[in-house]
T-cell receptor
Framework: GESVGLHLPTLSVQEGDNSIINCAYS??????FIWYKQESGKGPQFIID?????DKRQGQRVTVLLNKTVKHLSLQIAATQPGDSAVYFC???????????FGKGTTLSVSS | KAGVTQTPRYLIKTRGQQVTLSCSPI?????VSWYQQTPGQGLQFLFE???????NKGNFPGRFSGRQFSNSRSEMNVSTLELGDSALYLC?????????????FGPGTRLLVL
């Protein structure tokens, strides 16, 4: 699979590869993190979330890793499919509030 | 369950006009948040309403306002529109708006200011 250490605005992978999308969050007080997928013309769609007392959480074909030491979040997509092509955003939430702070987004392009 | 719905989906206005956007949350959800999405600034939090009260507010000028009705439906209003207000306005709902609660987004209203 393809992996990037720092946030990149775009990521291109082949169908069947594993994809890793990275995100650096801003606030050490953030305690809830979410990944959203946004397809063209649609609103963000919830993929997976993780709380700060965890460092890994798995869903269907997706895994989120949280490294609080370096304030880093990653989304791993297994066996990437053309339908996974979209913009992926990480978001963080601080305990005292409900506002989500979004990262810049990574456009994932999957070619078959 | 029906998702979050927003109306209208598309809107064209001219500078100086005002606009009202509407959001219906998922049935049973009482918290509604609004976000602005632009290519340059990304997704930015505008405000959040719960039980008809604004609980949180982002860093936007007073021209941006909102309200929530007793059925949890929410409206946001932008007065004296500027070109820079052209954006996708997204509404998200959650059950009680508590921290660590998932927010579900609607499809957005795309506003173009000419």
């Amino acid at each position: 699979g393809e992996s990037v250490g720092l946030h990149l605005p775009t990521l291109s992978v082949q169908e069947g590869d594993n994809s890793i999308i990275n995100c650096a969050y801003s606030n050490s007080a953030s305690d809830y993190f979410i990944w959203y997928k946004q397809e063209s013309g649609k609103g963000p769609q919830f993929i997976i979330d993780i709380r700060s007392n965890m460092d890994k959480r798995q869903g269907q074909r997706v895994t989120v890793l949280l490294n609080k030491t370096v304030k880093h979040l990653s989304l791993q997509i297994a066996a990437t499919q053309p339908g996974d092509s979209a913009v992926y955003f990480c978001a963080e939430s601080i305990q005292a509030g409900t506002a989500l702070i979004f990262g810049k987004g990574t456009t994932l392009s999957v070619s078959s | 369950k029906a998702g979050v719905t927003q109306t209208p989906r598309y809107l064209i206005k001219t500078r100086g006009q005002q606009v009202t956007l509407s959001c219906s949350p998922i049935s049973g959800h009482r918290s509604v948040s609004w976000y602005q999405q632009t290519p340059g600034q990304g997704l930015q939090f505008l405000f959040e309403y719960f039980s008809e009260t604004q609980r949180n507010k982002g860093n936007f000028p007073g021209r941006f306002s909102g309200r929530q009705f007793s059925n949890s439906r929410s409206e946001m209003n932008v007065s004296t529109l500027e070109l820079g207000d052209s954006a996708l306005y997204l509404c998200a709902s959650s059950l009680d708006g508590t921290p660590q609660e998932t927010q579900y987004f609607g499809p957005g209203t795309r506003l173009l200011v000419l």
